[in-house]
């Protein structure tokens, strides 16, 4: 493995700063309104069991829509590939909270990243588990070494009293028999997934197994079958930043998920995995900073999927 990664991270650390001040904080969801534009933390985790960080990796944040990636493979675990029959695998070329599609497409969801998509795995795990929201939380924690991770009920509780437009996808859905819980149930659920905290090393620590083919590095631990992952990866490299998925695949070149708190998780299969967090968004709702440096990482480094 590449023993430069802390010399490349501390030189993208000190490059990014004139992006700083160009982005916007979600400030739809009041609890995440107050979050400091200026930091930044960008942590690599390596198969190999390396460790290399900057900035603000040990801060949490709020990882919003990258926990959809632990959603989705819990989903994967449990029904396989029934799920396909609920929710697409196609990039949607709309905004994440689009309702533009599931009109003309009689309520299956293009993608399980997107809004609609993960309301679909939500409902899915609520009918599988008994406690869907304890599930998520031991899932999370079985692939990291915090095992205190939690929910942020804040978070939880501000995004529910201005989640209408996510109201509005869910009860959608049901009208086409797309989501077969309570619609209040499924949304509990997906409301507290994305209000998990964690910060850039526990992120990068949780995704190796999508690094690994499937196995947490250094156990016998399977997560998921080498197809799964194939599946996860490229889902993630064709959906997982929305309408900027094709910028973000010819500009930082590898497999990636990013939330509205403004982390952004990556994957080089076999290599290594990288989340960066800067809260200041571009115009898709992904972080701005955080691409830029994901872009010198890749390009520093000389490393990508192609």
């Known amino acids: 493995m590449n023993t430069n990664f802390q010399k490349v991270l501390n030189e993208i650390e000190k490059e990014i700063q004139p992006y700083f001040g160009r982005g916007k904080i979600a400030t739809y969801i009041p609890a995440l309104a107050n ?29 919003q829509s ?9 989903a994967m675990k449990k029904i396989g590939d029934d799920l396909w029959k609920r929710v697409g695998k196609e990039p949607s070329g709309n ?6 599609q599931l009109e003309s497409e009689q309520g299956i969801p293009r ?12 409902d899915c ?3 599988s588990f008994e406690d869907a929201k304890a599930e998520i939380l031991n899932f999370v924690r079985s692939l990291v070494t ?3 991770i939690q929910y942020d009920d804040t978070v939880a509780i501000s995004e529910r009293d201005t989640g209408f437009r996510n109201t509005a996808l869910a009860n959608f859905l049901r009208s086409f028999g797309n989501i077969q819980n309570a619609v209040e149930e499924v ?13 850039c090393l526990e992120v990068a620590e949780a995704f190796l197994f999508l690094a690994n083919e499937g196995m947490l590095p250094g156990t016998k631990t399977r997560i998921l079958t080498k197809r799964q992952v194939k599946r996860v990866n490229s889902l993630m490299m064709t959906c997982g930043l929305y309408d900027a998925v094709g910028d973000f695949a010819y500009s930082v070149g590898l497999p990636g998920k990013s939330g509205i708190g403004g982390g952004i998780v990556t994957v080089l299969p076999k290599k290594f995995t990288a989340c960066v967090w800067s809260p200041e968004l571009n115009s898709a709702g992904n972080s701005l900073v955080g691409i830029e440096a994901l872009k010198r990482l890749t390009t ?3 490393m990508s999927v192609f």
């Not at 993608?111 to 939500?122: D, L, T, Y």
């Open 111 to 122: 993608n399980p990243f997107i809004n609609a998509g993960a309301h679909v795995v939500a």
């Open 35 to 63: 979050v400091p534009g200026g930091k930044f933390g960008i942590a690599v985790k390596t198969v190999a069991g390396e460790t290399f960080s900057t900035g603000d990796a040990k801060e949490q944040f709020s990882i």
């Open 187 to 199: 949304l509990d659920v997906y409301f507290h997934q994305c209000s998990i905290r964690m910060n």
């Open 146 to 148: 915090n095992k205190e």
């Open 300 to 302: 520093k480094l000389g």
């Open 66 to 74: 990258i926990s959809k990636v632990f959603t989705l493979t819990l």
């Open 125 to 127: 795990i609520v009918s």
């Open 95 to 100: 905004s994440f909270n689009s309702l533009v």
